[in-house]
């Protein structure tokens, strides 16, 4: 329900335009001149002024539209103008009108445009909540969020940020791990020493322990020369160790000993070398559960999970989808030079139903690409992958019998799974129990939702 201003100076022509609002649930109120215009605008808030051009007064529409755009820029007016006067018409465009109709003037094509400039209206008002929210939230480096699960992680790391312990950093793909690792390490006292990271799933295992701890010359074949391996060049800064789980079980053991060490040899080496780099290590595995099936070192996992910070995954983040889209959007915008200023409504709500399972990075890959599709100012529901158009979340009455709308057994067992699982606040081991399997086969389907 919006509130329109209409001034108009033929009294039967005015209430007949309230009607027609009144009938769409708008609330409405009427004036004859531009100066009353201008006097209730300024002490009452309208969400649209629709305005004749040609007024009785001594202010005409265009002068009543140049002040109301300089007295208040986010309230569109449209202007109504006689048939045949283009020329004012856009004369009231050029000072900031929002549109125009012709008289006579017609109630559908009125109330397209009147719905029009009401939605621009609610879009701009909600960009600019967005962008102050964003303003405050973006206060914790880079990592963006005000919802009630992000703040007590903010508050966590604040909390642990500055000590020597080990950190175990747990979260599905693409929940931003690599941030809080960096988040960590600038909110230590070590911020000035170095940040060295390696993805232990991207190294070949023969290379990791040369990688972590180093090597003489003539080590191995292509050890041409001697290199002090990533310990020693984190010095005393921070070494994060990413995808933890996929390290090899020999592998474990080496880290395991230097860490209680606190010294490592270099591959082809004799003498040990004391480090001092303070470790932080992420994965997206189920660690206990490596643990259980003897793929991961119960000793070494004790001795990384000193700490545990938990990412939640953005499915459980409420509101910080809007505010996350909404940041990626103004620096796709930016980078594609492009004017795209929000995301309407509708596709707004799609972004809040979906269930995301590849957590913020599938967002962030989401916005560019709708970004770059757009043709209008905002996001529209056609600018997102069919993925997300297609979602409906925990909605098991399927309400068509068209054959190409219905989903498939596989689809619906799906949005079933991760009902339970959000009902269980993602805990797994709870939700197999109630869906009737093992852990092992919820893992698997999981994987596999996230494949697609
Ligand atoms: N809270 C956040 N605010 C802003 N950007 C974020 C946030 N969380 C993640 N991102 C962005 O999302 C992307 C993924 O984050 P990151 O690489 O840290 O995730 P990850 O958990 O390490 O993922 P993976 O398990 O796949 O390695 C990055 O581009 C990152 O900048
Ligand atoms: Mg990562």
């Not at 070949?204 to 003489?216: N, W």
């Not at 490592?264 to 040990?272: F, I, L, S």
């Given at each position: 329900m919006s509130r329109i201003l209409i001034v108009e100076d033929e009294p039967d022509f005015a209430q007949m335009v309230a009607?027609?609002?009144?009938?769409?649930?708008?609330?409405?109120?009427?004036?004859?001149?531009?100066?009353?215009?201008?006097?209730?605008?300024?002490?009452?808030?309208?969400?649209?002024?629709?305005?004749?051009?040609?007024?009785?007064?001594?202010?005409?529409?265009?002068?009543?539209?140049?002040r109301i755009v300089a007295?208040?820029?986010?309230?569109?007016?449209?202007?109504?103008?006689?048939?045949?006067?283009?020329?004012?018409?856009?004369?009231?465009?050029?000072?900031?009108?929002?549109?125009?109709?012709?008289?006579?003037?017609?109630?559908?094509?009125?109330?397209?445009?009147?719905?029009?400039?009401?939605?621009?209206?609610?879009?701009?008002?909600?960009?600019?909540?967005?962008?102050?929210?964003?303003?405050?939230?973006?206060?914790?480096?880079?990592?963006?969020?005000?919802?009630?699960?992000?703040?007590?992680?903010?508050?966590?790391?604040?909390?642990?940020?500055?000590?020597?312990?080990?950190?175990?950093?747990?979260?599905?793909s693409g929940t931003g791990k690599e941030l809080v690792a960096r988040a960590l390490h600038s909110r230590s006292r070590r911020k000035d020493e170095p940040f060295v990271a390696i993805n232990c799933a991207a190294v070949?295992?023969?290379?990791?322990?040369?990688?972590?701890?180093?090597?003489?010359k003539g080590a191995f074949t292509s050890a041409t020369s001697a290199r002090p391996g990533l310990f020693a060049e984190a010095g005393a800064g921070t070494l994060f160790l990413d995808e933890l789980g996929e390290m090899p079980p020999e592998m474990q053991s080496k880290l395991l000993r230097a860490i209680q060490e606190k010294r490592?040899?270099?591959?082809?080496?004799?003498?040990?070398t004391a480090f001092e780099a303070r470790l932080l290590a992420a994965t997206n595995r189920d660690l206990e559960e490596e643990v259980e099936q003897g793929r991961f070192r119960e000793d070494l996992y004790y001795r990384i999970n000193v700490i545990q910070i938990d990412l939640p995954p953005l499915r459980s983040r409420g509101n910080d989808v809007l505010l996350l889209a909404q940041a990626f959007l103004e620096r796709s915008a930016q980078r594609a030079n492009k004017r795209v200023v929000g995301i309407s409504s509708d596709a707004a709500r799609r972004l809040l139903e979906y269930n995301w399972p590849g957590n913020v990075r599938e967002l962030e890959n989401c916005i560019e690409a709708a970004v770059a599709l757009t043709q209008y100012e905002q996001i529209t529901i056609d600018d997102l992958p069919e993925r997300i158009r297609r979602y409906r979340a925990e909605d098991f009455t399927v309400h068509t019998a068209n054959p190409a709308e219905l989903p498939s057994l596989k689809e619906m067992e799906q949005r079933y799974v991760l009902k339970v699982l959000h009902a269980m606040n993602g805990n797994k081991a709870a939700a197999a129990k109630i869906l009737g399997f093992d852990r092992r086969t919820l893992y698997r389907k999981l994987a596999s939702y996230r494949e697609e």
């Open positions: 009607e027609w609002f009144a009938a769409d649930q708008h609330t409405t109120e009427t004036c004859v001149s531009g100066e009353e215009a201008l006097s209730m605008a300024t002490i009452e808030r309208y969400d649209l002024i629709l305005a004749d051009l040609n007024l009785g007064g001594q202010m005409d529409g265009l002068e009543l539209c140049q007295a208040s820029p986010d309230v569109p007016v449209i202007v109504m103008t006689a048939f045949g006067s283009l020329d004012a018409a856009i004369g009231a465009i050029r000072v900031g009108a929002y549109d125009f109709v012709t008289k006579p003037v017609d109630k559908q094509q009125l109330i397209i445009v009147a719905e029009r400039a009401l939605n621009h209206r609610r879009l701009k008002a909600e960009v600019k909540r967005l962008r102050e929210r964003i303003q405050v939230a973006q206060d914790f480096e880079e990592l963006l969020g005000e919802s009630p699960s992000m703040r007590r992680m903010f508050d966590l790391i604040d909390r642990v940020a500055d000590g020597d312990m080990t950190i175990l950093i747990r979260g599905e070949p295992s023969t290379l990791l322990e040369a990688e972590l701890f180093g090597h003489e490592a040899r270099r591959v082809g080496g004799t003498k040990e």
